[in-house]
C-alpha cells in the first residue's frame, strides 16, 4: 500500500469543530475547478462524501449548482460509467429508514416565469435485446401506502392531460 496524505481540520472544546473548506479561485472569465479523483488500478479507488453522525441531528450533505446572473445556472449530474465489456454501474438514490417514519424522497422539476421544468422517468435501451423496464410500487406494510398519479390545476386555461400508452411494435 503507498503513502497516505490526509487533510484534517481540527476538534474543538467549543459548540462548533473546525471548519474545513476547499475553494478555487474566481476570475472576471472562468473560475477555477475543483477535482477530486481518486486512484485508478485494476480496481478504481472510491470517492465517498460522508457527514458525521450526531447524538441528535446528523449532518447534511449539500450538492447544488451555481447560480447565473443572466443566462442558465449550472448543472448537477450524477452518473455511472459505462461497461465496455460488462454491465454499466447502477445510479441508487435512496433515504434512510426511521425508528419511527423514513426519510422522505422527492424529485421535483424547477419552476419558471414562461414554463416549469420536465420530469422525466425514462428506461434504458437497447440495439439487440429488450429495453429496461420502469416499476413503480408501494411497499409492502401491514396497511400500505397510496399510490397518486394526478395533473394539476389550472388557474387559467385547462389542466394537463394524463395518457397511457405502449408503443408500436415494427
Known amino acids: 500500500e503507498t503513502g497516505l496524505i490526509s487533510v484534517a481540520a481540527g476538534d474543538s472544546e467549543g459548540d462548533a469543530g473546525v471548519a474545513l473548506e476547499l475553494s478555487a479561485g474566481s476570475s472576471a472569465i472562468s473560475g477555477g475547478n475543483v477535482s477530486m479523483t481518486s486512484g485508478g488500478g485494476k480496481f478504481g479507488g472510491k470517492v465517498s462524501l460522508v457527514a458525521s453522525s450526531g447524538t441528535e441531528t446528523g449532518g447534511d450533505i449539500s450538492v447544488s449548482s451555481g447560480e447565473a446572473a443572466s443566462g442558465t445556472s449550472g448543472s448537477v449530474s450524477i452518473a455511472s460509467a459505462m461497461g ?87
Open 84 to 170: 465496455v465489456s460488462g454491465s454499466g454501474g447502477s445510479v441508487v438514490v435512496q433515504s434512510g429508514p426511521g425508528y419511527t417514519t423514513g426519510g422522505g424522497l422527492t424529485l421535483a422539476a424547477g419552476s419558471g416565469n414562461s414554463a416549469g421544468g420536465n420530469l422525466d422517468l425514462v428506461s434504458g435501451g437497447s440495439d439487440t435485446g429488450s429495453g429496461g423496464g420502469i416499476q413503480m410500487e408501494t411497499s409492502q406494510a401491514p396497511s400500505t401506502g397510496n399510490m397518486v398519479l394526478s395533473t394539476g390545476s389550472a388557474s387559467v386555461g385547462n389542466s394537463g392531460g394524463f395518457m397511457l400508452s405502449t408503443g408500436s411494435a415494427a
